[in-house]
């Protein structure tokens, strides 16, 4: 929150806006759901987390409770698998490029408004978009390729 004497992040997103970047991000794991659960069945704890970013993208919850409900769950852990590991797929390079290819048609004209506010990954040290983890391998690439779909007009009029 802004106001005075506080310093408001290029890397945060209005309450708005990180709901529709929410609804967005929820069906975009939900649509690789099923490798988590093949590499880790019994962990719900994936499908638990897309059923409240759904929650939260429907105004059910603010961004403070789901940081709150975070840190009562003792913080992010990791899934069963990682993603450098098992993405792409054997034999599959190309699959990378089309899931980015899919989650950028999918992108709703609020949700693309909202991600082209964002600075780029690896630029702005103030948040999570920041040197580091998202910033690197696979995940960086993916990340850069995706702030990069952003402004290509290929992927403007394709979202339903």
Not at 58 to 69: D, M
Not at 75 to 97: D, K, N, T, Y
Request: glycine share 10%; net charge positive; aromatic share 6%.
């Amino acid at each position: 929150m802004s106001g005075p004497g506080r310093h408001r992040s290029p890397q945060t997103l209005r309450e708005a806006d990180r709901r529709v970047v929410a609804a967005w991000a929820a069906d975009c794991a939900e649509r690789v759901l099923g490798v988590f659960e093949a590499e880790a069945p019994g962990d719900g704890r994936p499908r638990d987390a897309i059923a409240r970013t759904r929650a939260f993208a429907r105004g059910e919850s603010t961004v403070a409770e789901e940081i709150r409900r975070r840190f009562v769950n003792g913080g992010a852990r990791p899934v069963g698998c990682a993603l450098p590991p098992w993405w792409p797929p054997p034999g599959r390079p190309e699959a990378v490029q089309e899931e980015v290819r899919w989650q950028l048609r999918h992108l709703s004209p609020a949700a693309r408004a909202a991600l082209r506010k964002l600075p780029p990954v690896g630029e702005n040290a103030s948040g999570p978009l920041g040197p580091g983890l998202l910033a690197s391998g696979v995940l960086g690439s993916v990340i850069r390729d995706l702030q990069a779909g952003l402004a290509n007009s290929e992927y403007t009029d394709t979202w339903q």
